[in-house]
């Protein structure tokens, strides 16, 4: 399941829990598309709170990597920072996958919630955003 909160924009706050079906994983492309679409700038914190979340269905690599293609441009002008929190038993694979690098913006994965919303609202302050209190 995955639930989205732009109730603190410009931060959004995805949570993913249990396997990921491909039409969740489609929807969760079309949403970000939605949110680029504002044009605005926005910072994404994702939360995984199993390790079954953290995989991405059978054969959404192709549709995921034409949809970076296609929107990599916008991400890198609109995201201010991407938060990746992870069960702590998944922190050490999960922090192989370098998201600066893959999605060109300041990235950090972490196993603690509360240490991703300070980075992130030390990135808000850094560039004079707030969320939603």
């Not at 950090?108 to 990135?123: E, F, K, P, V």
Request: hydrophobic share 45%; with cysteine; net charge negative.
């Amino acid at each position: 399941m995955v639930i989205h909160d732009l109730c603190r924009w410009p931060l959004v706050i995805s949570t993913m829990s249990g396997a990921v079906t491909n039409q969740e994983y489609l929807d969760f492309l079309a949403a970000w598309g939605t949110w680029l679409d504002r044009g605005e700038r926005f910072a994404s914190l994702r939360r995984f709170t199993d390790a079954a979340s953290l995989v991405h269905p059978q054969g959404s690599a192709k549709e995921a990597k034409k949809w970076l293609q296609d929107n990599g441009a916008r991400i890198r002008s609109q995201v201010v920072g991407l938060v990746t929190v992870v069960p702590p038993e998944c922190l050490e694979a999960a922090s192989l996958m370098d998201a600066e690098k893959l999605f060109g913006v300041p990235a950090l994965t972490c196993s603690d919630l509360d240490q991703g919303l300070d980075w992130i609202a030390t990135r808000f302050e850094q560039i004079g955003l707030s969320p939603v209190p």
